[in-house]
């Protein structure tokens, strides 16, 4: 499967998270990167050039740290323009049709901040709904996102190998056609220590 | 010498005092003129100043106001106006010569002479009705079309009229006007007469020759006309260029309209056609705006002095005698053309205020009136004694014009309001740009402009980037855009912005100063040279201030910082960054910026601008320990403790 990856992070070289990511990923052949922040650092984006990117793949990625509940503001400002009506949606809009649409998330906060009992209110997934939306109005398969709870706090903890190191293995197993869709589709959110359980 | 000052004094003084005071009055400059040429009279007769001969003279302003009006009319549009040309105007002339000769012969004149009157009635004004609709703005109207639509036909009309009248001499006026030749001094039709004459007897080239000669001569010198404007004006104007010198253009534009008037007479057409036809031949060229205000100063000024001789033409004497016969002639004549045109307007569709224009516009008997009277007494037609009349007729029609006009303003135009409004939708919306300066800088401005469909009136002042440009098909006008009457004929007063993108700190700020003074409702968008010359142009009232070359250096800087391998993103927010705080500091000094003193000299700058600088690094310094790099605050994380009580999301 041809794996592309949205990598974006307005603070990039300051997110410990991301850029553990980003270098776990780097080594990984066969799969396109795009820092999104760097390739339109004026928010210029190319939609010929990025609905080309998308047709020549089977898996589209975005890989980013949740802001205020969403995406940061590139992600919305590429949906906005590279998901045209007649592409990827409404009549004729079936050029997406089939593909692969998830999303590799560091979050702030705790696991258990997110749910009714939480500060954050709502479950991960809940606040995700309007990805998810889109996937099915493009009539693309939503695959759960990949996620890393409590950021801040692991980076003090543990580092934050363990996460990017299963950033990778991720990227690989779909690359490779490795991973169990049924079992990753049935998934609420798959962390590093879900792995085993997705991957054949 | 003396007299000639005495003269030339006389009539300035005269005009500078009557037209800002008639102005000030709102009856418009061509009354102003009238009047004080009234007022001068009686000095012009002590002076024994043959007013008749001046005016002949001054004749040559209409020559000149129809080559501008040539200018602003190109080849197309005159073709498009064809049918209303022959239409409108044909059915003005012929209908109102046929009736004003039939009302003559009613009364006894003989069908001749009563011919010969219909036709120097049926004649209006080209130089006030074309002066006064351009004064008030209503050129493009559909009344002022109109108006000038028939006025065109009559100028043309003239030609043939010239031709016809000596065919109705009469024996025994022939033999009347020599008894009474030489008893007529200054003033009135015999030395008008003679003038005319002259005009079309002792040089022609086609006097005397078979008609098939004279038309290939005539045929011959319309055609140079079209090859002069369209092939030799511009090598003749890139050479003229390379002096340099205004007065050399000038010089060289009015050789031209002389030239092709000279040449117009010399095979008997009306100089004032040809010098039209000049003026659309030119219309498309890039050095019509240049020629539009050399030539203006000129129209004007011979205009004003034409319209003061009517003025002071008018023989006070015979009038109070035949008062009442006079005053009567000119308002039945007035009324009776302004009926015939009031029928044509109807016929051709002209509503509401236009009609009304285009009626009460055209009623008086003009400057073309006074020739041909001229000319029929001459040649014999029309009898001394009532030319006299008919010439005070002429000149009484023409003054009680500005009335006519002032009545249409305030009288009709008030009632007609929605009218007006309706007919306003026709009118080009389109926003009106004037780029001064087509260059590196400006070229940009201008194709930007064109990326949005707007279509920028261009103005530069190289000769050799203008044949460049050619090249590519882009129109640029050759001129000077710091001169005030250039932009006037570029058409400052309805453009919406000006663009100045001229090099020249000094000519920068003029220009700014004078259109933000002149012109208010123009936004300025002007280049600034550097720092200081932004408080120049600021304090001058430009709208906005682009220094040249900030934009660029910023960007150079933003790809030093990416080169560094800084993410190309945070090299953005930081260049965005030294932009804010450089104009905060730009702010900051401008209450020390001293207007023509350097900055390098200027102690409270210097002393202030090292004082924000320091306050600057310090700020910038301690960014850096806060929260690392300046630039990237809003995305950097709160410090971990924090965060677990924040619902803010960070990763």
């Known amino acids: 499967m041809k794996v592309l990856v949205y990598q974006a ?90 593909k692969i649409w998830s999303m590799g998330i560091t979050c702030g906060a705790p696991e258990e901040a997110y749910g009714a009992e939480g ?12 990805m998810e939306q889109t996937a099915r109005l493009c009539h693309m398969t939503f695959l759960p996102p990949y996620v890393l709870y409590g950021a801040l706090a692991k980076r003090e903890a543990h580092g934050l190998s363990p996460h990017a190191e299963g950033w990778r293995r991720w990227l690989i197993a779909l690359r490779d056609d490795q991973v169990d869709l049924t079992k990753a589709g049935a998934c609420d959110v798959i962390q590093a220590e879900d792995l085993n359980e997705v991957i054949r | 010498m003396t007299g000639f000052l005495m003269l030339v004094t006389v009539f300035l003084i005269a005009g500078v005092i009557a037209v800002p005071l008639a102005a000030r009055l709102g009856l418009g400059s061509v009354l102003g003129y009238l009047i004080a040429g009234i007022a001068i009279s009686p000095i012009l007769q002590w002076l024994n100043v043959d007013i008749i001969q001046i005016q002949h003279f001054a004749e040559f302003g209409v020559v000149m106001m129809l080559f501008l009006v040539g200018l602003e009319l190109d080849p197309k549009m005159l073709w498009a106006m064809r049918q209303r040309l022959l239409g409108l105007g044909g059915m003005q002339v012929s209908v109102t010569t046929i009736l004003i000769a039939a009302i003559a012969m009613a009364f006894g004149l003989q069908w001749s002479v009563s011919l010969a ?101 005539t045929l011959a010198a319309v055609g140079s006309i079209g090859f002069i404007g369209s092939v030799l004006t511009r090598p003749l104007f890139r050479f003229v260029t390379m002096a340099n010198l205004r007065e050399v253009f000038v010089a060289t534009a009015l050789a031209l309209v002389v030239g092709i008037a000279l040449l117009m007479s010399l095979v008997g057409l009306s100089p004032a056609l040809g ?53 009567g002639i000119t308002l039945g004549v007035m009324l009776l053309k302004a009926g015939v045109l009031y029928v044509l307007a109807r016929v051709f569709k002209l509503a509401g205020a236009d ?6 516009g055209l009623a008086q008997a003009g400057e073309f009136g006074f020739v041909l009277l001229s000319f029929t007494v001459a040649n014999n037609v029309i009898p001394q004694d009532i030319a006299q009349i008919a010439l005070l007729v002429v000149a009484m029609s023409m003054l009680l014009t500005p009335a006519l006009f002032i009545a249409y303003e305030r009288l009709i135009l008030p009632r007609l309001i929605d009218a007006q409004e309706q007919a306003a939708d026709e009118i080009d919306h389109r926003s009106k740009i004037i780029v001064v300066g087509y260059g590196r800088f400006g ?47 570029a058409g400052i007063e309805d453009a919406k912005m000006l663009i100045i993108a001229i090099d020249g700190k000094e000519q920068v700020t003029h220009l700014t100063e004078h259109v933000a003074r002149h012109h208010s409702h123009v936004h300025i968008v002007a280049r600034a040279y550097d ?39 945070q090299a953005e927010r930081l260049a965005q960054k030294f932009k804010k705080t450089d104009r905060q500091l730009l702010v900051a000094t401008a209450s020390v910026h001293k207007p023509g003193v350097p900055v390098s000299e200027n102690e409270d700058f210097i002393a202030l601008a090292k004082e924000l600088n320091a306050q600057m690094e310090e700020e910038l310094q301690g960014a850096k320990a806060g929260f690392g790099i300046e630039g990237a605050d809003g995305w950097t994380p709160p410090p971990a403790k924090i965060a677990v009580d924040t619902p803010e999301e960070k990763d």
Do not use: C
Not at chain 1, 123 to 129: G, K
């Open chain 1, 119 to 130: 500060y954050n209110g709502f479950a991960l997934r809940t606040l995700l709904t309007p």
């Open chain 1, 9 to 98: 992070h307005p603070g990039a070289p300051h997110s410990e998270a991301n850029k553990a990511m980003d270098v776990a990923t780097d080594a990984v052949e066969g799969i396109e990167f795009v820092d999104l922040y760097a390739t339109y650092p004026r928010f210029d984006i190319d939609v010929e050039v990025e609905q080309a990117r998308l047709l020549r793949s089977d898996a589209i990625l975005f890989q980013y740290p949740l802001f205020w509940y969403s995406t940061p503001s590139i992600i919305k400002e590429w949906q906005d323009l590279v998901l045209e009506h007649g592409f990827a949606y409404g009549s004729g809009g079936d050029k997406l049709t089939g």
């Open chain 2, 275 to 327: 010098t039209f036809l000049a003026g659309v031949v030119l219309a498309n060229s890039e050095y019509r705006h240049e020629l539009e205000s050399d030539i203006d100063p000129f129209r004007g000024l011979l205009l004003g002095l034409f319209f003061m001789t009517v003025g002071a033409a008018i023989n006070f004497g015979l009038l109070a005698d035949n008062f009442v016969l006079v005053v």
């Open chain 2, 531 to 569: 720092r200081p010359h932004v408080y120049d142009l600021y304090q001058a009232g430009a709208h906005d201030i682009i220094r040249e070359t900030f934009d660029s250096a910023v960007r150079a800087g933003r790809s030093a910082y990416e080169a560094l391998g800084i993410h190309p993103f």
């Open chain 2, 443 to 489: 070229g940009i401005v201008a194709r930007m402009l064109r990326q949005i469909g707007e279509q920028p009136v261009l103005v530069d002042y190289s000769a050799k980037q203008l044949e460049a440009l050619r090249k590519f098909d882009v129109k640029v006008f050759f001129g000077d855009g710091t001169r005030a009457d250039l932009l006037h004929a």
């Open chain 2, 355 to 360: 009609r009304w224009l285009f009626t009460l």
């Open chain 2, 117 to 217: 009157i219909g036709m120097v009635f049926a004649l209006s004004s080209t130089a006030i009705v074309l002066q006064t609709l351009n004064e008030k703005g209503l050129m493009q109207s559909q009344g002022g079309q109109g108006s000038f639509q028939v006025l065109l036909f009559q100028d043309i009309a003239v030609i043939p009229m010239l031709a016809l009248l000596p065919l109705l001499a009469l024996p025994e006026v022939a033999e009347h006007a020599t008894q009474v030749s030489d008893s007529h001094g200054a003033h009135g039709g015999n030395a008008h007469g003679e003038d005319g004459h002259d005009d079309h007897g002792s040089m022609s080239l086609v006097e005397g020759r078979p008609g098939w000669q004279v038309g290939l001569i």
